[in-house]
């Protein structure tokens, strides 16, 4: 152990036996001399990134309109059922799918019980289908 660290351990900068206090040991604190990046490259900018949709940043409603692509028309108990969500955080994130016009529903009964169906809209299908091209062309650059 360096004299320095040694130092700092046994008697912080206010004198105190022990250690230092978190946040007032200027001890502990190396000098840079050069920077963490030196001698490495600089990484090549993302590029246009406004391809992806703030919509599906969050993963349920990415992977609502994934299933949605794939199954056509799902109800909201699948919905449930596959994502393991609450109904209540679920009903949040299919609103906000819907109020962007990207989801449709339906309602139906079945043996006296509601029953909501969801399906993507056309406006829905581009905007995934954008945004998983971007996602593609991002991972792609990593050779994955």
């Known amino acids: 152990m360096d004299a320095v660290l040694a130092h700092a351990l046994a008697v912080d900068h206010d004198g105190h036996r022990g250690g230092h206090r978190v946040g007032c040991c200027r001890y502990l604190r190396r000098p840079r001399t050069q920077s963490l990046n030196s001698g490495m490259e600089k990484p090549k900018p993302l590029g ?10 969050h ?17 909201f108990a699948r919905f449930k059922q596959w994502l393991d969500m609450t109904d209540g955080n679920l009903g949040a994130q299919l609103r906000k799918l819907e109020d962007a016009g990207y989801v449709q529903l339906r309602r139906d009964f079945a043996e006296r019980k509601p029953i ?10 581009l905007a995934l289908d954008r945004h998983l091209k971007h996602l593609r062309d991002l991972i792609g650059r990593v050779g994955g």
């Not at 246009?48 to 940043?57: A, H, K, R």
């Not at 909501?116 to 299908?125: D, N």
Request: with cysteine; proline share 3%.
């Open 116 to 125: 909501t169906w969801y399906g993507l809209t056309e406006t829905g299908r």
């Open 59 to 75: 993963r349920a409603r990415l992977a609502a309109c994934v299933l949605l692509a794939e199954h056509g028309e799902v109800s």
């Open 48 to 57: 246009d990134v406004s391809g992806l949709d703030p919509l599906f940043e």
